[in-house]
């Protein structure tokens, strides 16, 4: 009787420890694990035969498609100024009289020459100026066209930062798991560990993904600025660092030398040179206000008679004609009196008003744009130092103590990973402090238009 009850317990215990395991809940399968591919660094940094900053401006200056649209402005001001020294042409005549149903008639040839004595000198001067307003412009087209690609070449080594910024982050934090996962495999180390630590590795992966986009972004816009082939392969030369230490080495011109400088701007050249433009087109529409000569001379051969008839020289009676020649010259003065092209002339003074007006905008700009670039440029490099000297390698130095400590077992996993966020704000905020220093030079290189 005993041997039977505790036999029915038995089957009662095992089906009722079958039941519940067939309702507890299964656990998800673990997805595979994520795979971290190595530094971007091969593909995407060159020391040797990358693009560096100055020939990126230097090839933006060659062929960039814009650029050489604008230059054509030069090759049009020079043709006008060639148009504006050419004399003008002679007037010719000629002209047939016939006596209807008679035999009398008359031709006449004429010429006539306009001297300009006072318009064309004034002409030409007005079109030379137009080619120096010409050259200052495009000039000043390369001074921004500089600035924009020195922009978009900092957008790319600024993406290119952020990823080798993330790639060192999961390279590390895919060492912890491999650890965390061989620990948990042998019992020493909970599953949660190894999926918080594996939720992570996949987070870094998903933003490096997004990052990398940026910077095959980032590389197709800096191509379509210097004027190559969006698909062409190109990778530069230094890091955003790099630029930036280097930069750093080079000290910020004094206010005093920069004041200066600022007045051989492309721009500020441009508005001294539509205000001698300005001048020019005045003494012109004065000029053409004012009296002038124009010879003429004609050659005239008439042929004409009578009815009546006379004695010949033979002696013969033979009609009344003779054959005159006539050659004539003079001089036609054109007289001022009421069109001395007044309405021109006092355009052309409005004219001359608005570009000293323009003239002083442009200085007044250049100086703004100067004292603000000082400034920035001074407080970004100071930024940049007091992150390298200091807040960096202490971040650096504290996740690896922490990452050492719990490889050790004597950490938790939380401070490693508040740690890692801790190191990635406090990288991020170094890319962005070097973005703002690069930007800052960039700005002030602008304020200066000294990109060469």
């Not at 007006?357 to 250049?366: C, E, K, N």
């Not at 050492?404 to 950490?411: A, C, P, S, V």
Request: a neutral charge; charged letters at 25%.
């Amino acid at each position: 009787m005993t041997r039977n009850v505790m036999s029915v317990m038995s089957a009662v215990i095992l089906l009722a420890a079958a039941r519940i395991e067939a309702q507890a809940p299964q656990s998800p399968p673990v997805p595979p694990p994520v795979r971290v591919e190595p530094l971007p660094a091969a593909r995407y940094l060159d020391p040797v035969n990358g693009l560096s900053l100055e020939n990126a401006i230097a090839l933006a200056w060659r062929q960039e498609p814009s650029l050489r649209a604008a230059r054509t402005g030069v090759d049009v001001a020079a043709g006008r100024r060639q148009q504006a020294a050419l004399r003008a042409n002679p007037t010719a005549t000629f002209e047939r009289r016939q006596e209807p149903a008679g035999t009398d008639n008359q031709t006449t040839i004429g010429m006539e020459l306009p001297l300009e004595l006072f318009r064309r000198g004034a002409r030409v001067d007005a079109a030379e100026r137009e080619i120096g307003v010409s050259r200052y412009e495009i000039a000043d087209r390369e001074r921004q066209l500089a600035a924009d690609v020195r922009a978009r070449y900092g957008d790319v080594l600024t993406a290119i930062r952020e990823l080798a910024v993330l790639d060192e982050l999961l390279t590390a934090i895919g060492r912890q798991l491999s650890l965390v996962g061989a620990r948990v495999t042998e019992g020493a180390a909970p599953p949660l560990e190894r999926d918080l630590l594996d939720v992570d590795v996949r987070r870094l992966a998903a933003s490096r993904r997004l990052r990398a986009a940026r910077v095959d972004a980032a590389f197709v816009l800096l191509r379509r600025i210097i004027g190559v082939d969006p698909a062409a392969p190109m990778t530069v030369r230094e890091t955003l660092e790099g630029v930036v230490a280097r930069e750093s080495a080079s000290s910020a011109p004094r206010t005093a030398d920069a004041e200066s400088v600022i007045l051989k701007r492309p721009d500020v050249l441009a508005a001294d040179a539509r205000i001698g433009a300005a001048d020019a087109r005045i003494r012109q529409s004065a000029s053409e206000g004012r009296f002038d000569v124009s010879l003429f001379a004609s050659y005239m051969r008439m042929d004409a008679g009578f009815p009546q008839r006379g004695f010949g020289p033979g002696g013969g009676v033979e009609r009344v004609r003779g054959l005159f020649n006539y050659v004539a010259g003079g001089a036609m003065v054109t007289l001022p009196l009421w069109n001395r092209n007044q309405g021109t002339i006092a355009a052309a003074r409005a004219e001359r008003a608005g570009a000293a007006a323009a003239r002083d905008a442009a200085v007044l700009q250049a100086q703004a744009e100067l004292a603000v670039a000082l400034v920035e440029d001074a407080g970004a490099h100071e930024a940049v130092a007091q992150y390298r000297e200091g807040v960096r390698p202490l971040a650096r130095r504290n996740l690896s103590v922490v990452g050492e400590t719990f490889e050790l077992g004597r950490g938790t996993l939380f401070d490693v990973l508040a740690e890692q966020r801790r190191f990635l704000d406090v990288e991020e905020a170094y890319t962005d402090a070097l973005r703002a220093a690069f930007e800052a030079r960039a700005r002030l290189q602008l304020a200066l238009g000294d990109f060469r």
